[in-house]
């Protein structure tokens, strides 16, 4: 199964390569890892993404514990969470289809970023699933380059996430 | 045909034209070890499997060919990390197989096991994990091409012992794809007219050339070119033999230690023709005053060394040999000028020189193995100053004859060095002109030269110091020589205990006799040179200067 | 107070205690060098190759405690270390590794003895550095000697650009850590505490399984009063030997690959195997699912990812062995059984260890008794790798912690004879012997010369069979004999090369002339090495075949 992990690390450089050494040696499957600033400027948010059943999660979570730079570790899976990610997709486009292309993208409330002569350049913001059918929708017309972030992930109501645990706003 | 994972890689092997592997057994490496039991690949086993990389180092530089060591997995793999970093360093053809532990165990810690494609990865040009039996022979084919193409390189090829041990059917693996990795070889039309322009209107210009001349084999196109343009020639370290030593247009090494009228020459030219070399901090000096006055061409096959170090205006990314022969048609012979009076003057003016007295001085043995074995050898180097004055002292006149730790300096390089280039050359004499401080980094390695009765030459200048380290302290630290005097064995009966000769000069006269005996002798032989204690090797340039502020 | 940062750094190991240094400098850490040379209370070991450096820093920190440290340029004296780094992390060592680098600016462009050394030691570090902030740098020692040396152990190396080394900073040290992401767990939760010490005193046929955890936390004492009290036997992992008497009759010896067949029936017999500081390595458990199958789990460890890592652990205790072994035992009574060591009695009768009296050559398993005899189990034992490790796991009785010190996760062949400088010199009253063989011997006889220098009496004991007896016995038994690059076509002359190193050297043929010899060869002041020929045929026995239980050991 699926487990999204948000993962507050120090801000020091190398940090993502010591997470990525980690997976790789230990043999652990990461489905998408993003990475970035947080509210605090001493402070990165991963968020990995990992296939595994629960023995292999909880390997993956206490192995990274053992890194110093690595705070907090949430498995947000169980939890009410938002996630989303963003694509970037350049499709293949004849005049004849604009119309058609741009009525896809009102669906699921992309947006066309550019135009070229025979492209046009869409992007889309969800959960995997809605990417994933949006990319779908895309295809026949001919996709010539397609990008996603990663999933970025934070849970909802008042719980939330900081360098001590989760925690409730009060 | 149904064949095991060991047996492919055997295969591959001869595929790929390897003849000899330097390597040490153990658990992981058992199925290959098996294999190579029924093959036809000379195996030499070192004493600890630093010795098996040097050596399969040295092998390479000397042959040409790509060098082959084999380790087990763990500290077999680990004990392969500095000479790896070293082929890195110097870019030499080299691929390294590790045993590994079963796919099964892997990432838990197993008996020896170590993520070695995780260590090597800031030191290898490429590394490969092997979980999968279909991607054996590939990968090998992979390694090789990496290894040997563009800027040469050690591979590492990590292998599971499961993977080594299963079997398949095997099938040619058919080319290779690599759509990452596509080295430029030829220059472009609008570079080298560029350059050839530069070049024609120069006035003063200096070749400087690196290791990539010797490894690309360029050294008659370069000749062609010094010659053609009347152009004087210095070398970096590594190039050395890259250009004939008793050539009228050679200036010696550049640098930290080089000539003095090389480094004025750098200093002055208006034009520096940089071919196959990299700009490292111990030929640039300070930075902002390197070669000030000069028009930059660098000719290099690994485009990221342009513009890495020092400001280039005419680069040409290809393979030096190429591009050295697309640029000779176009170029015109010049006369002979000022510019070489200048230089025949500073040649005159500022000689390399040692002040004898009394004691043997370590000069005087590097002198001595030149005339003795009249510049015909091979010589391979440790780390130090003897290693600058087997630069200084001896004159090599063709490629790959010097054989040396350059970029990563390592201590301990010379000795198994020497016995890959032995392997490489039966017929030829070869030396390791080593320190007391670095021969016995992996001094083990005697067993193996006597095992295999490779007759190498090992001479030690035996000063009592760990010497290059002690003139930084003499010269920067205010002579407080800070753990760097060493005492030491008898190296005489260091080498009877291994079933080697040992001799020990201490004076003058007892040289000539004791080096024509060494070379004469089919024997590995040591020789203990008990040299002036406190020499230091100049010229030198301190480090951050200038490269015409010199001292000595 | 100002200071320059090479001079700050010498300050920060002075206010760590650090009285040793194994190191062989260069370059890129002549800044700290010469700072070191000023300092009197620190004493310098100069070895001959750095991995000697590191090797014996790691032998000094286990026979003494304390965090081992080590100097080494930047490059070639870096990755020199490799080695030994990872073989400290997988046997939990505490060293503070100190590396030079090229100048900042010079950082990334392959400058001459330039290499990313902390990148390359990544995976073999417990955490690592490169101090590119001069003031940063006490806190940064203070951290590494932390991390090194709490939780479950490790190496911390710090990489020190030369230009930083130079600069000047005002000095101060921090008082304490604070480290967020590093909190090690020391007290095991009190539930699962009771937990476990409710299984014990239910359970019928206990085993306990000690590690190289109970040494590192000084537990030897609680697991002695814990064999007691629940009266069940202990086997040692080969990195736990010396932490259970070796004489007591509830000893069963090491387990696993190599292990006695009355500890490893006693393993697949018994009904609650309790864990202490050990990781269930591969050469301990041979095939998973037959490893200990009746049994109820107790697994104590500082590194909760030890947990469960390899086998499924029934009850988890996450902390210190002692401390977690003093609270189980506040709960536990005396308690006999009867049943269970009988059977086990009766096991040790009828498999006990065996070897060969046969051919002319001397047993290597004999030379190991004798030794044995004459020290009677006081000497510190160093070892290298390989069959010569394996029949001192079982024919050595250690008698004291800590009193084994050898290779165990990476199996480095070539540590032993750092190992015994290291060790002596932190020990510099014992008797340490190296027992060593012929193969690994070589690998780092450079450090001959730093014995010599240091002056220290080390016996070292060489079971010379002209080959790599282990790998060839792995030949013997998986490829038919057909032995490759395992023989030496040329061993050196042992004996000789000691005198060229100007130490004793012995060449032993028989046993009774080594009954003869042994006493003078301890008695004696200085060091010596003793070359014992052996009988190369000899094989480790019992073995365990790849895949197969531990059960089903064959004789070999």
């Not at chain 2, 074995?373 to 600058?388: D, F, K, P, S, Y």
């Not at chain 3, 390899?310 to 049943?339: C, E, F, M, S, Y």
């Not at chain 3, 040790?348 to 046969?358: I, N, Q, R, V």
Request: aromatic share 6%.
């Amino acid at each position: 199964m699926r487990h999204t992990l948000a993962v507050l690390v120090e801000n020091n450089p190398g940090v993502l390569a010591r997470v990525a050494g980690l997976f790789s040696r230990r043999g652990f499957n990461i489905d998408s890892l993003a990475v970035g600033r947080t509210e605090r400027p001493d402070v990165s948010r991963m968020t990995i993404v990992v296939e595994g059943d629960d023995r292999v999660l909880e390997q993956v979570s206490k192995q990274l514990h053992k890194l110093v730079d690595v705070i907090k570790i949430s498995d947000i899976t169980p939890e009410e969470y938002v996630d989303r990610e963003l694509v970037l997709i350049k499709v293949h486009c004849e005049a004849v289809h604009r119309g058609e292309i741009m009525q896809v993208a009102d669906v699921f409330r992309a947006r066309i970023v550019d135009l070229g002569r025979k492209t046009i350049t869409v992007e889309c913001t969800g959960n995997d699933g809605k990417i994933n059918a949006f990319e779908e929708a895309l295809r026949p017309y001919g996709i010539k380059e397609l990008v996603r972030t990663g999933k970025i992930a934070m849970m909802r109501g008042t719980r939330f996430t900081s360098v001590s645990g989760v925690r409730d706003e009060d | 045909m149904k064949m095991t994972g060991a047996q492919i890689l055997i295969q591959g092997l001869l595929d790929q034209g390897a003849d000899t592997i330097f390597g040490y057994p153990g658990g992981q490496v058992l199925p290959i070890y098996d294999a190579l039991y029924d093959a036809n690949i000379r195996h030499i086993l070192t004493r600890h499997e630093q010795g098996a990389v040097h050596a399969a180092d040295g092998y390479a530089r000397a042959s040409g060919k790509v060098g082959v060591c084999l380790a087990t997995s763990g500290p077999g793999a680990t004990n392969l990390v500095t000479g790896i970093a070293n082929a890195y360093m110097d870019s030499v053809p080299m691929v390294a197989i590790t045993g590994q532990v079963p796919v099964g165990l892997l990432g838990r810690d197993s008996f020896q096991e170590a993520d070695i494609t995780g260590i090597t990865m800031p030191v290898t040009k490429h590394n490969y994990i092997v979980k999968n039996i279909d991607e054996l022979a590939i990968t090998l084919k992979e390694a090789f091409h990496i290894a040997s193409t563009g800027r040469p390189g050690p591979v590492l090829v990590d292998i599971p012992s499961d993977v080594s041990a299963g079997a398949m059917d095997y099938d040619d693996p058919g080319p290779i794809n690599l759509p990452g990795y596509r080295p430029v070889l030829e220059g472009t039309e609008e570079q080298l007219n560029k350059a050839t322009a530069a070049i024609m209107a120069a006035e003063r210009p200096v070749l400087y050339i690196g290791g990539g001349v010797v490894s690309a084999g360029a050294h008659e196109e370069l000749k062609k070119m010094a010659e053609l343009l009347v152009a004087p020639v210095t070398t970096t370290l590594m190039g050395l033999g890259g250009f004939p030593g008793d050539h009228p247009l050679y200036l010696g090494m550049l640098g930290m230690h080089g000539s003095k009228y090389a480094n004025y020459a750098v200093c002055e030219c208006d034009l520096l023709i940089a071919v196959g070399a990299r700009f490292s901090n111990r030929v640039t000096g300070k930075i902002s005053e390197f070669a000030p006055e000069a028009t930059i061409i660098h000719i290099d096959v690994d485009p990221a060394e342009i513009g890495k170090n020092v400001r280039v205006n005419i680069p040409i990314v290809g393979d030096v040999k190429i591009v050295l022969n697309q640029l000779l048609p176009r170029l015109a012979a010049k006369l002979p000028g000022a510019w070489k009076d200048k230089i025949s003057q500073w040649k005159k003016e500022y000689p390399i020189s040692f002040k004898e007295n009394g004691n043997l001085k370590p000069q005087q043995v590097i002198s001595e193995i030149y005339n003795v074995t009249g510049g015909a050898a091979r010589i391979a180097t440790e780390v130090g100053q003897h290693q600058m004055w087997a630069a200084h002292y001896y004159t090599y006149t063709r490629p790959r004859s010097f054989i040396s730790s350059g970029g990563l300096g390592t201590m301990g390089y010379g000795l198994p060095a020497s016995l890959g280039v032995q392997v490489a050359c039966p017929e030829e004499t070869v030396f390791n002109i080593a320190g007391d401080g670095s021969i016995q980094m992996n001094i083990q390695e005697l067993a193996t030269a006597v095992n295999y009765e490779l007759p190498v030459n090992i001479a030690v200048l035996n000063n009592g110091f760990l010497g290059m380290v002690r003139q930084w302290q003499e010269l920067f630290y205010n002579h407080r020589y800070s753990y760097t005097e060493l005492s030491n064995p008898d190296f005489v009966k260091v080498a009877e205990a291994y079933g080697a000769s040992g001799v020990r000069v201490t004076g003058k006269s007892e040289l000539r006799p004791a080096l024509e005996e060494a070379v004469r002798n089919s024997k590995p032989v040591m020789l203990d040179f008990v040299v002036e204690r406190e020499e230091n090797v100049y010229p030198m340039v301190a480090p951050g200067a200038p490269l015409n502020k010199i001292i000595g | 107070m100002e200071m320059t940062v090479a001079q700050a750094l010498i300050r920060c190991l002075e206010l760590e205690e650090v009285d040793i240094i194994f190191g062989y400098p260069g370059g890129a850490i002549l800044p700290v060098y010469d700072a070191l040379c000023k300092a009197a209370s620190i004493k310098h070991v100069l070895v001959r190759h750095e991995q000697g450096a590191v090797h014996a820093a790691d032998a000094y920190s286990r026979a003494t405690g304390k965090v081992g440290v080590i100097m080494a340029t930047s490059g070639p004296g870096a990755t020199n270390l490799v080695t030994g780094i990872a073989n400290a992390y997988m046997d939990s060592v505490p060293l503070v590794l100190i590396t030079g680098q090229v100048p900042t600016s010079q950082v990334g462009t392959d400058a001459f003895q330039e290499v990313d050394i902390t990148g390359i030691t990544m995976p073999i570090t417990k955490h690592n550095y490169l101090v590119k902030d001069a003031k940063k740098l006490p806190s940064i020692i203070k951290s590494a000697f932390h991390i090194a040396s709490t939780g479950r152990p490790g190496p911390v190396l710090i990489d020190l650009p030369k230009d930083v080394a130079s600069e000047t900073i005002k000095f101060t040290y921090p008082e304490k850590v604070s480290l967020r992401g590093y909190k090690p767990t020391y007290t095991g939760h009190p539930a699962k505490v009771k937990e476990a010490a409710k299984l014990m005193m239910n359970s019928q046929r206990p085993v306990i399984y000690a590690g190289g955890g109970v040494l590192n936390s000084g537990a030897a004492g609680e697991l002695l009063q814990l064999a007691e009290t629940l009266t069940a036997p202990v086997t040692n992992t080969f990195m736990g030997l010396s932490g259970f008497p070796g004489e007591h009759p509830l000893f069963l010896g090491m387990l696993g690959l190599h292990g006695t067949r009355y500890a490893n029936l006693a393993v697949t017999n018994c009904d609650l195997l309790i864990a202490l500081g050990a990781r269930f390595d591969d050469r301990v458990t041979g095939r998973l699912a037959a490893f200990a199958p009746n049994a109820g789990v107790v697994h104590v460890d500082i590194d909760p990812a030890e947990i469960g890592k390899n086998v499924q652990v029934h009850v988890p205790i996450v902390g210190d062995v002692k401390q977690v072994l003093q609270a189980i035992l506040a709960h536990l009574k005396k308690k006999d059984r009867t049943g269970w060591l009988e059977q086990i009695q009766q096991w040790k009768k009828e498999y006990p260890l065996t070897y060969g009296s046969g051919g002319e050559k001397m047993k290597p398993q004999a030379v190991i008794e004798a030794i044995y005899r004459h020290t009677r189990g006081e000497a510190v034992v160093t070892t290298d790798v390989g069959q010569h490790q394996m029949w001192v796991a079982q024919y050595y009785r250690f008698k004291y912690p800590g009193t084994l010190i050898s290779s165990g996760g990476l199996g480095t062949m070539g540590f032993g004879l750092p190992a015994a400088v290291g060790a002596q010199i932190g020990l510099p009253d014992r008797l340490v012997m190296l027992i060593t063989g012929d193969g690994s011997v070589q690998m780092n006889i450079q450090e001959l010369a730093t014995l010599v220098e240091q002056k220290l009496p080390i016996k070292i004991f060489i079971m010379n069979n002209n080959c790599l007896g282990l790998v060839r016995q792995l030949q013997e038994f998986y490829c038919e004999r057909r032995y490759i690059a395992t023989e030496f076509g040329f061993v050196p002359d042992f004996a000789r090369l000691a005198g060229a190193y100007g130490i004793a050297g012995y060449d032993i043929e028989t046993l009774e002339q080594l009954d003869k010899m042994l006493p003078e060869i301890i008695s004696n002041p200085g060091a010596a090495i003793v070359n014992c020929r052996v009988d190369a045929s000899e094989n480790v026995s019992p073995m365990v075949m790849a895949g197969q239980g531990i059960d089903e050991a064959i004789d070999c």
